[in-house]
């Protein structure tokens, strides 16, 4: 990590939506910072806000549904004080996102190729030809066979796969410093999941870009990131750097949450432990912590306060009263 | 090339080709009119009053005014497929305008395009025109009377008021799912201004659904326009085949063959126009469910 100022620094970032049982809190009081060329996860199970948070980031969230507060800083401006007409300087070029979902995150009538250059003709303008080379060198970079062809193509021509590094090239297109990968391997099978996170480690290193990656899969994120948020019912409930995470966890929801991913080595026949209970009713503010009622080490106390975010070395923050690593 | 149209062709059903035929064939019929048939329409036959089909050269007889009734349809065919074609389409245009604008930018614009638009459709589409029609076209004294012309544009404007609600609410529905569509929000994260996205994203996967809407208007038009006609506020003078249907229901018991043509005419027309909008409609299923 840079010592230098973040490229993206969230402070008291919420986010809340109008519904008919009063507004909904997506997301609550978010501080994160993201460094140049750094690549940041963020945890969480669905519905834990990780998508509105950085939806919410980048500004994408219908206006009026939507109620953001807290500041976003994005290298030295505040964008929750820029017009939201203006903010589309920012995007593209300055931030972009790869979609959840490829199959419908692109326009069924049109072909791969004038979805592709749209970014560069609008943003870039370029002429038509140049954004047709550039096109064919961005699929070609995104691990595309025969790009020409792919241009040519429309979305359902192509496999699911192939869609997501479509995604991908068109993300890229306009050159981000910081790309947003909202559960960029959720759609995709198991065995293409590692291909597309490699590959985009890979152009993160190339392009020299920051990357923040939304992801349900600690698995998924665990080789492709510097910093880890987990996040539980619209709140960073632990932050650290990925191996300390992993190395000396304090939360009892990341823990959870890693008991719960397969293992190869497990004994046959075991069954998956899952996180019992569900998410905290989001219109519903929580007096205590808002883990507390799935959590298996839950006190009076728990319940009856919500633990600060307390910082335990550089860099790892966590919110409980009784973290694992302490007295118990 | 001329293979490659056959080919293309195979793909319909029976049905469907005798529908594009039909469909064609009125088409031409009304667009070379001046070359198809040099006889006046309104010669009247007084050796032949009220004979039968295929009676002395009158294809589909006469009727008691000694008009021949073919020559009639051949003129007729013009004027109804201009007034259908001209209400679906200026009226689709404006409705498809409104409707894509107000469903993309939501919010109190839509509420009350979407107000506007049901008021308007909750009144029966021949209701409504009989009103526009009996208000706009007619003479504020009894004895003055009001010109054909001036009569055929407010048949056509009145039908065009009944089309844009119809194929205005399509729209509207169309984009308002289209547009929450995770390529839009793509096309915005990439810097899209909302222009782009509307012509480029929205209109393009709208257009097919009001296409296959519109096709169905058409016969919706080309009803009420005959019925209108029966009403005695449609296009005068036996120049439609509603104005032609209208003129022969006085003598149905005589000359029931004068009333069967255009009421054939028409009702293929309504029909083909129904088949086409139903395979327009089916292949976007498709895709649809190829997405």
Partial sequence: MSNLAPMLSLRDFSVSFDTARGPLYAVRNVNIDVADGESLGIVGESGSGKTVLSRGAMGLLPKRAAHRSGTVVYDDHDLSQVPRKELREYWGTGMAMIFQDPMTALNPVRKIG?????????RLQMSKTDAQARGIELLTRVRIPDPEAVMEKYPFQLSGGMRQRVMIA?????????????????????????????????????????????????????????????????????IAPTKQLFANMQMPYTEALMKSIPRL??????????????????????????????????TDKCRAEAPPLVEISPGHSYRCWFPIGGSR | MKLGIFKSLRKYSIPTLLSMGWLVIIALTAVLYPLISSVDPKAIYEDDLAVGPFTNGHLFGTDTNGYDIFQE?????????????????????????????SGYVRGKIDAVVNVVFSAI?????????????????????????????????????????VIIP??????????LSWSNREFVTAAKSMGAKNSTILWKHI??????????????????????????????????????????????????????????????CIALTVISCNQIGDVIRQSLDKREARI
């Fill in chain 1, 114 to 122: 004038s979805q592709l250059t749209e970014g560069l003709r609008i």
């Fill in chain 1, 170 to 238: 068109i993300a890229l297109a306009c050159k981000p410093r910081l790309l947003f990968a909202d559960e960029p391997t959720t759609a995709l099978d198991v065995t293409v999941q590692a291909q597309v996170m490699q590959l985009l480690s890979e152009l993160r290193h190339e392009m020299g870009m920051s990357m923040v990656i939304v992801t349900h899969d600690l698995g998924v994120v665990a080789g492709h990131t510097d910093r880890i948020a987990v996040m539980y019912a619209g709140e960073v409930v632990e």
């Fill in chain 1, 265 to 298: 080595d497990a004994p046959s026949g075991l069954r998956l432990p899952v996180i019992s209970g569900r998410l905290p009713d989001p219109t519903q503010p929580e007096t205590g912590c808002s883990f507390a009622s799935r959590c298996p080490y839950v």
């Fill in chain 2, 73 to 101: 349809l051949l003129h007729g065919t013009r004027l109804t497929l201009l007034v259908a074609v001209i209400a679906v389409g200026v009226g689709g245009a404006i409705g498809s305008l409104i409707g894509i604008f």
């Fill in chain 2, 203 to 264: 209109v393009p996967n709208v257009l097919p659904a009001v296409m296959a809407i519109a096709f169905l208007a058409v016969g919706v038009v080309i009803v009420a326009e005959g019925s209108l006609s029966l009403l005695g506020v449609g296009i005068p003078d036996g120049n439609s085949w509603g104005a032609i249907l209208a003129a022969g229901r006085n003598d149905m018991e005589y000359t029931p063959h004068v009333i069967y043509f255009p009421i054939i």
């Fill in chain 2, 121 to 161: 459709l909750s009144i029966p589409n021949l209701v409504l025109a009989l009103g526009l029609v009996a208000v706009l076209a007619t003479a504020p004294d009894v004895n003055s009377t009001v010109s054909s012309w001036r009569q055929v544009f407010v048949v056509i404007l009145s039908l065009t008021i």
């Fill in chain 2, 166 to 175: 119809i194929l205005g609410r399509i729209a509207r529905g169309a984009t």
